[in-house]
């Protein structure tokens, strides 16, 4: 059974910058597409960036140009590389995969907090 595991979390003032990362099991190679998703505590779930298998990537709006995803295939791991971080950008951020690239991906991580203060 895959286990997407998130670290990286943490609080940070304004501008700041954090990685996130996603240690995933269970895939081969690049056979699974990533994705990143946060909840802010009393809003709806949303996308931030995701990876496919061929490594293109896709960004929601409020991630161009700040947030950058990516995947180490080799060591199963995943990144979230975010800059210029905004309080807006507080939420709980899980990392997901799926081997057929599906939306919902259908295994989850428990999620990290990120924390942004002014």
């Known amino acids: 059974q895959v286990q997407p595991m998130e670290s990286g979390g943490g609080s940070v003032q304004v501008g700041g910058s954090l990685r996130l990362s996603c240690v995933v099991s269970g895939y081969r190679g690049s056979s699974y597409c990533m994705y990143w998703f946060r909840q802010a505590q009393g809003k709806g779930r949303e996308v931030v960036a995701s990876i496919d298998t061929t490594g293109i990537t896709r960004y929601a709006d409020f991630a161009i140009g700040r947030f950058t995803i990516s995947k180490d295939n080799a060591n199963n791991t995943g990144y979230l590389q975010m800059n210029g971080l905004k309080p807006e950008d507080t939420a709980k951020y899980y990392c997901?995969?799926?081997?057929?690239?599906?939306?919902?991906?259908?295994?989850w991580g428990q999620g990290t907090q990120v924390i942004v203060s002014s």
């Open positions: 997901a995969t799926d081997s057929r690239c599906r939306s919902p991906p259908n295994s």
